[in-house]
Every structure is written in C-alpha cells, then in structure tokens.
C-alpha cells in the first residue's frame, strides 16, 4: 500500500485546511486510516483515525470537535478537515493505514501503522 499526503500550507489561527491523503496499491485488503502529527522536537503524536468503511472514528482529546476524518471510499482517498485551527497545531501531518485493525489504544500508536505517507507541512500563525 502506497500513500500520499498533501493539503498543508500556512493559515492563520482560526482558520481552516483540509488534508488528503490518497492510497494506491493494495488498498482493499487495508481496514484502518490514521492521521498524525509532529511538530520539531516533539515525539509523533495521534490526531485521528477511521475504518476505511466510515463506521468507526477516533480522536485525540485536543482535537476533537475541530478537526474531522472521513473517507470517500470510490476514490481510495481518505481527508482530514482541519477547523479552528490553533499554533500549537503546527506540525507535520501523516496519514497511515494498516491492514489489520488495532484495538483499544493500539489505534493511537505509530508502531500499529505499517504503511506511511510522507508527510505534509501545516504551519498556523497566530
């Protein structure tokens, strides 16, 4: 499974970016999409994840209610809109997927995603 994630820029604090994350290969054997992040210095952290079928969701504490993961499905594609958006949420965003399905706080952990993006820049400025 190949990923590639772009829809990073700088915007300023309040405002709004949408990311995509596009997947090629074997994409119908992968179950979970996950998003994360890094800022400099700081360890790689969760922001969200989702079922490829949209039927299940999960969110970091600090990001709930802001941002929101979803998947289109006929497009292999998989997007995190990103509201509200604060300077502490610059970092660098990855998308992930795996083809099993982690359980319980596994989902939050970088070491259950075998199948990384490259990684796309947000910068908020306050």
């Known amino acids: 499974v190949q990923l590639q994630a772009y829809g990073g820029g700088l915007v300023q604090a309040g405002g709004s970016l949408r990311l995509s994350c596009a997947a090629s290969?074997?994409?119908?054997?992968?179950?979970?999409m996950g998003w994360f992040r890094q800022a400099p210095g700081k360890e790689r952290e969760f922001v969200a994840a989702?079922?490829?079928?949209?039927?299940?969701?999960y969110y970091a504490d600090r990001v709930k209610g802001r941002f929101t993961i979803s998947t289109e499905n006929a497009k292999n594609t998989g997007y995190l809109q990103m509201n509200s958006l604060k300077p502490e949420d610059t970092a660098v965003y990855y998308c992930?997927?795996?083809?099993?399905?982690?359980?319980?706080?596994?989902?939050?952990?970088?070491?259950?995603?075998?199948?990384w993006g490259q990684g796309t820049q947000v910068t908020v400025s306050s």
């Open positions: 992930a997927t795996t083809t099993t399905r982690p359980y319980g706080v596994a989902i939050a952990t970088p070491s259950a995603y075998p199948y």
């Open positions: 290969g074997r994409t119908f054997s992968s179950y979970v």
């Open positions: 989702i079922t490829w079928s949209g039927d299940s969701t």
